[in-house]
């Protein structure tokens, strides 16, 4: 079909419509001139006459009522998903595919959503808890969560918390048993709770950083947890001392179940981010999600 009929044929079903050119070059604005141009042209390409004109009237033809008919729904409901959608501009839906790590899922993500998604019944969020570094594209995610310093180049990354740390903790029995590490390296002196992450190929080596100077234990132990919650569980029971996010560990340091060793070596790094792809016209719902997220600290 010509390019130029979609516009004709708005222009014939109005002015039949209205019976008019003057009403209908005013509903469309549009000149009487541009209109009657518009339809000798329509007219022309089809070979047909679709209007009658007289000084004093406008009607439809035969042939102008049966393609009135026929066309004119057509046209009122592309107008109507056309509006559909802008009202979706409006009206934010759809549903947002996030992948966090267990931590971002639980102290950021989810208290965010949960005080968003309230006023937004048509936004449907799902978060895969995984520790590896998925590749967002490939697996169809909308975004992921990641510590600063582990966001690809490529994406666009939005800080969504602020600076982290991590703890070093042990039940007080534990210490009292085994002694106080006063340096990193004591620790493989120690029974450690380990970690495995896939994003490591196995168990985690425990990071540290003192005046620019990093070291890397490898840790053991007689458990190996890949969550957060069995590792403080554990570290709680006197089982050995653990590497945990700081905001998990300080109810506990508080109450004095656990006590907090190589504080020192742990300096905070980059925070949470939320990354994804660049998106020139991201869908309303995705960047009404990321505005809730973002971190004014």
Known sequence: MDRRDVDD??????????????????????????????????????????????????????MGERLLRTVAPRLDEIDTELAALVALREKPSGTIRITAGEHAANAVLWPALAKLLPDHPDIKVEIVVDYGLTDIVAERYDAGVRAGEQVAKDMVAVRIGPDLRTAVVAAPAYLAR?????????????????????????VYVWEFEKAGREIKVRVEGQLVFNNIALRLDAALRGFGLAYLPEDRALPHLADGRLVR??????????????????????????ALVVDALRYRG
């Open 261 to 286: 060793v190589l504080a020192d070596w742990c300096p905070p790094y980059a925070g949470y981010h939320l990354y994804y792809p660049s998106r020139k016209h991201p869908m309303p719902a995705f």
């Open 9 to 62: 044929l708005l222009a014939f079903c109005a002015v039949a419509r209205e019976r008019s050119f003057t009403k209908a070059a005013a509903r469309l604005g549009v000149s009487q001139s541009a209109l009657s141009h518009a339809i000798r042209g329509l007219e022309t390409r089809l070979g047909l006459r679709l209007l009658n004109r007289t000084t004093r009237s406008v009607a439809p033809t035969e």
């Open 178 to 202: 085994h002694g106080i590490p006063k340096k990193p390296q004591d620790l493989t002196q120690h029974q450690c709770i380990n970690l495995r992450l896939p994003t490591y190929g196995g």
